[in-house]
């Protein structure tokens, strides 16, 4: 007893030296039109004092029949080191009701006239809509505390910190390490080419939007500006080595393009668009990319994983994203395929998604609906993609899954070669909007074939081959409302952890 008595004390002790030692840190924002007045926030940790929290604001695409209308979001930052508690005010209106999404995380807010008190906890990545608004809302980045930060004395590298800072299009080369502090807006861009051993960190804002003309001083550097290429926020052009870390885009184009390229790492990343071919990441021809715990809301693809387009060759392999929040204002969240090389056809292969959180779909083209979309095109194939624990929470339109043996004449020169061995495990969805899901091949030597549901849930049922519900004459995507076409074989729905009990 004497001895469980001692080692209760020092638990306790521990525990309190732990809530003690409990750190938030807030970045001052720079005076622009950045800067939101949408919402007022304050945060603490452990009933400690509040702290104030400057909020920004982005654009959104919001597609209202063909029109594209461009909303003003919000998003704040801070970090922290465990649970942190937030009070919220809106500035005018009422608040009828709130949902703080991804809803898996279980945040439960309180409401008491225009406030709205919650928790979040470190690395939880959240939006808040008041009144189902889903375009006027606030986005929350709760981020780790950053251990080792650079300091201005390192002249190997580019820092920039708390302010505004224009630099242009930067072309980084091998073994540079740019930093962008908390507090710190860059306007511009960087372009990787040919380059290895390149870092990118730092839980400051990359845009390529202008802030105002109320900015700080622009602050001058000739660190290799260019003026060629696409318009990308960040291109990583047949490059080995390039590791992105916890900032915040805003781009006019796509916000990250990984093109010929190997050991890329994408970690604690956040963006959103509103223009046109605005997507998050996109992937040609490259090896082991890694995407861990990132949060993209853009207005095309979120994540799109191709083979060969314009001046990039080769087969695309060893992907893997972990851990990310998707949201699609259009097009897909997920997409795979459709680009390659009819001449000397790629292979997309080897790609893994585990524990990832769709907000939405929302795309009024048949042609590009699917919040997980696999579109061999080109001659390419698709083999060996494993999709798990995955929970769509909700379609404003579009469709769960499309999978097709494709020729798109916009895009192809070719049909593509096939889709093959596939698994989906753990998938639920929770809404009610999805369109008829598509499986189909292109002819009897282009097939779609070896695909695995494992644990399907749709509302609350799970969609398997002997499921009691399904008349014996129906086909099992029936009752999931997917259309499996023809040329394709060994598609399967099964519930692996039932089946063993």
Request: aromatic fraction near 10%; charge should be neutral.
């Amino acid at each position: 007893m004497i001895f469980k008595y001692k080692f209760l004390c020092i638990v306790t002790i521990l525990l309190i030296s732990q809530l003690s030692f409990a750190e938030i840190i807030t970045y001052k924002a720079p005076k622009c039109d950045l800067v939101s007045t949408a919402y007022s926030i304050k945060i603490r940790e452990h009933s400690n004092s509040w702290l104030p929290l400057d909020v920004y604001q982005a654009r959104v695409a919001n597609v209202v029949k063909t029109k594209t209308i461009r909303e003003q979001t919000s998003f704040a930052y801070f970090d922290c080191n465990g649970m942190v508690e937030v009070e919220l005010t809106i500035p005018a209106g009422r608040i009828n009701n709130i949902k703080i999404r991804p809803l898996a995380y279980g945040i439960v807010p309180q409401i008491k006239g225009k406030t709205v008190t919650f928790s979040i906890n470190v690395n939880q990545y959240v939006s808040i809509e008041i009144n189902g608004d889903i375009f006027h809302n606030l986005q929350l980045f709760a981020n780790e505390i950053e251990r080792s930060k650079p300091t201005t004395k390192d002249t190997s590298i580019l820092f920039y910190g708390p302010g505004i800072h224009r630099i242009g299009k930067v072309n980084l080369p091998s073994n540079k390490t740019v930093y962008i502090a908390g507090g710190a807006i860059v306007v511009g861009s960087f372009l990787m080419d040919h380059a290895k051993n390149v870092n990118i960190t730092g839980h400051g804002i990359l845009t390529q939007t202008e802030p105002d003309l109320n900015a700080t001083k622009p602050i001058a550097t000739d660190a290799g500006k260019v003026k060629q290429g696409r318009s990308d926020l960040l291109t990583i052009n047949y490059s080995d080595n390039v590791h992105i870390e916890g900032l915040i885009v805003l781009p006019y184009r796509y916000s990250i393009m990984i093109g010929q390229s190997s050991g890329v790492k994408v970690k604690h990343f956040k963006s959103f668009s509103s223009e046109g071919n605005a997507d998050g990441i996109d992937i040609f021809c490259s090896s082991d990319v890694t995407l861990d715990h990132i949060f993209m809301r853009n207005s095309d693809d979120c994540i799109a994983i191709y083979g060969h387009r314009w001046n990039y060759f080769g087969n695309t392999r060893n992907i893997t994203v972990k851990d990310a929040i998707l949201w699609a204002d259009v097009a897909h969240p997920i997409l795979i395929g459709t680009h390659g090389d009819s001449q000397n056809p790629d292979t997309l292969e080897n790609i893994k998604f585990n524990n990832i959180q769709i907000l939405d779909q929302h795309e009024n083209q048949i042609d590009y609906q699917g919040c997980m979309s696999l579109n061999s095109g080109d001659s390419n194939l698709i083999r060996n993609v494993i999709f798990q624990d995955v929970t769509i929470e909700n379609i404003r339109k579009g469709q769960l899954v499309n999978l097709r043996v494709m020729y798109n004449a916009k895009y192809n020169t070719s049909p593509g070669a096939g889709i093959e061995n596939v698994l989906f495990k753990n998938i639920f969805y929770k809404g009610e909007n999805a369109t008829l899901s598509i499986i189909t091949g292109y002819d009897d030597k282009r097939k779609i074939k070896h695909v695995v549901f494992d644990n399907l849930n749709i509302n609350g049922k799970c969609i398997t081959d002997n499921m009691a519900e399904k008349p014996g004459f129906y086909k099992t995507g029936d009752m999931a409302n997917f259309f499996i076409g023809e040329h394709t074989e060994e598609i399967k729905f099964i519930n692996s952890q039932s089946d063993h009990n």
